[in-house]
């Protein structure tokens, strides 16, 4: 059945050490197509990336009302400045019906209540692309695996007297 996100019924829950194997599968089933499009698969790689750079504290698991759907971190970037998401996953049975939309929106409420940018890497050709364009991300760098991007914060509201 096709997902329809609506206000209430997803959310997001701190990650915890023993999500790290189904978060790991997930990025496999997830990155398999595009990867396998650049010709970069690798079933033990894809896996261990997620394994070697898993950080519980910066981790949200993305529940709905039918359980898992998903995964997204966001850490600092280790300058002090900025922000970088990774590891942004759905389920495949709710991707494309606004879900990931409603995640990254409240994330980048998060990032534009700090003041800080965000960056991320999203494989060239992948989809999420637009997603990250229509939230206003820009590409700041690519090569011919990845494509760097980066949101400014918005600026804040003004409140009128």
């Known amino acids: 059945m096709p997902y329809a996100p609506t206000e209430t019924n997803w959310s997001l829950r701190p990650g915890r050490a023993e999500d790290v194997e189904p978060l790991a599968e997930l990025r496999a089933e997830v990155l398999r197509a595009d990867l396998e499009r650049l010709g970069r698969y690798d079933a033990h790689r894809v896996r261990r990336r997620l394994r070697d750079g898993f950080s519980p504290a910066y981790t949200s698991v993305v529940e709905t009302d039918d359980g898992f759907a998903g995964c997204v971190t966001l850490r600092p970037d280790g300058t002090g400045e900025g922000l970088h998401l990774e590891h942004f996953y759905l389920t495949p049975a709710t991707q494309g019906h606004g879900l990931g939309t409603a995640v990254l929106r409240t994330l980048l409420a998060r990032a534009d209540a700090e003041g800080l940018p965000v960056r991320l890497t999203v494989l060239q050709g992948s989809a999420a692309r637009r997603l990250y364009e229509r939230e206003g ?10 494509v760097v991007m980066v949101r400014p914060p918005a600026p804040a509201a003004v409140s009128s007297p």
Do not use: N, T
């Not at 991300?137 to 990845?146: G, N, Q």
């Open 137 to 146: 991300f820009r590409v700041e760098s690519e090569d011919p695996v990845d």
